[in-house]
C-alpha cells in the first residue's frame, strides 16, 4: 500500500525527471547552437550555464534515487534484482565523477588567450557523450523499474 511519504518522493522524482529531461534538451540545444553571429567565446559561456544547471539537477535526481527512491523500493520487492540496483548506482557514481572533471575543463578553455577550436570540440563531445550515457542510464532504470513492478511472479493457484 502506498503511503503519503512514498507517493511525495514519486511526485519528487517525478517532477525532477522533468526537469532534468529540460535541461538536457536545453544542453543539446546549446551544444548544437550553429548561428553565424555566435562566437565560440559566447556559446561556451552558454555551456557551461546549462551545464552547470544539468550537474545540479542530475545531482538532484541521483540522490532523491539513492536516497528512498526506487532502489530500496526494488530490492523491497524484488531482492533478487540487487546487481541491476548497483549497476546503476555506480552509473551514479560515474556520472559525478564526470561531471568533476568536465566542468573545469570546460572553464579552463577561458584562460587561453588563443582561442583552440578543438579542445572546444571534445569539450563538447564529452558533454554529448555523457548526455547519451545518461539517456541509457534512464532507459535501464524504466526497464528495471518495469521488471520489478509489474513482473508477476505467479503463486495465485
Known sequence: MATLQGNSTISTSLVEHRILEHVKQALRIT?????????????????QFTLT????????????????????DVLDVKP??????????????HFRARMRKLLPELNSLNDWNDWDDARFEDACNCVRALLDD????????????????????????
Open 31 to 47: 551544444l548544437d547552437w550553429q548561428a553565424p553571429e555566435v562566437t565560440i567565446p559566447r556559446k561556451l559561456s552558454s555551456l
Open 134 to 157: 545518461v539517456d541509457r542510464h534512464d532507459a535501464r532504470e524504466i526497464e528495471l523499474l518495469e521488471e520489478s513492478l509489474w513482473t508477476d511472479d505467479g503463486g495465485e493457484g
Open 53 to 72: 544547471s544539468f550537474q545540479r539537477h542530475l545531482d538532484r535526481v541521483m540522490s532523491i534515487e539513492e536516497e528512498g527512491g526506487y532502489m530500496r
Open 80 to 93: 533478487n534484482l540487487q546487481c541491476q540496483v548497483e549497476c546503476l548506482a555506480d552509473d551514479h557514481a
